[in-house]
């Protein structure tokens, strides 16, 4: 008999948890389109004790979405060329994703969503936040709103690869390779969601360099002030991992933050990432 799926909301702006999902198993496409409807409604929604979920299935999973992404700068599992292994070991300083990004905005056709699964986590902290973009678009002005849809910026992974980046220093336990020269590519500041129509600030500080026409120096006070307005609390949720747990969010509508905040603790997670297409 197939079981009932639950959607319980884990705060008044984004994220849900699904009950009643096993995403080892067959996934019926009554189950799927559940599952795909709360992704639109929720922005990001969470799985416990999916214990049985293996390299392959959690790819399986990942490819109803679309085509999965093989990391540019980041070396995959062996034999899993798409999975990202994120850990963090009990010596490490730096963790990886430690700043509010939305992943692969430095991609021409940047990532749909994420599918992340906790192997190892430590007995508190690790938690990972996420913030609605959607809900930081709306709550500007139609003034501000009018000036940023005219707006076109520049991503590029070559800040956070490049020497000075957080996610470059990530070298003992991820193999990561330098990008100081990575390419560059343009995306519209205000985005609009390709399955749902909603409109979403689309800039991030991981790997949003400027706008358009503007130069670093005259983006960097516009640049700050969304950075700081899309991150209020009001727009976030956050989610305490169990081995287990499985998050999978939606890089157009959403940013994410892993706290580092677990020194002296093992902290080991496998990412799939599913690829979306060319922001309009
Ligand atoms: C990421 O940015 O993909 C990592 C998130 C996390 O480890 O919680």
Redesign the pocket.
């Known amino acids: 008999m197939a079981r009932t799926i639950e959607v319980q909301p884990i705060s008044g702006a984004l994220g849900a948890e699904i009950v009643g999902v096993d995403l080892a198993g067959e996934l019926s496409n009554e189950a799927f389109d559940a599952v795909h409807r709360a992704f639109l409604d929720h922005h990001v929604i969470f799985f416990r004790d999916q214990n049985n979920l293996t390299p392959e299935k959690h790819k399986a999973f990942g490819r109803r979405f679309g085509t999965l992404n093989v990391h540019p700068y980041v070396k995959g599992m062996d034999g899993h060329p798409e999975i990202?292994e994120?850990i963090k070991e009990p010596e490490e300083k730096t963790?990886?994703?430690g700043g509010w990004?939305t992943?692969m905005s430095f991609l021409e056709e940047p990532a749909l969503g994420?599918i992340?699964h906790a192997i190892e986590v430590p007995p508190c902290g690790?938690d990972?936040l996420w913030a609605n973009q959607h809900m930081a678009y709306d709550a500007l002005s139609d003034g501000l709103k009018q000036t940023l849809g005219g707006l076109t910026a520049i991503h590029s992974a070559k800040g956070e690869y490049g020497p000075k980046g957080q996610s470059a220093h990530n070298r003992q336990s991820m193999d990561t390779t330098m990008a100081p020269d990575a390419p560059e590519f343009e995306h519209p500041v205000v985005r609009t969601h390709p399955e749902t129509g909603r409109k979403g600030l689309y800039v991030n500080p991981a790997f949003t360099m400027h706008f358009k026409g503007w130069t670093r120096r005259e983006s960097r006070p516009l640049l700050n002030y969304l950075f700081e307005h899309c991150r209020q609390e009001q727009f976030t949720c956050r989610f305490r991992?169990e081995a287990g747990s499985v998050?999978f969010w939606d890089n157009r509508s959403t940013w994410?933050f892993?706290l580092n905040d677990y020194q002296g603790h093992r902290?080991h997670?496998r990412?799939v990432t599913v690829n979306g297409d060319r922001p309009f």
């Open positions: 990202l994120i963790n990886f994703g990004h992943d994420s992340l690790g990972t991992w998050a994410h892993a902290r997670m990412r």
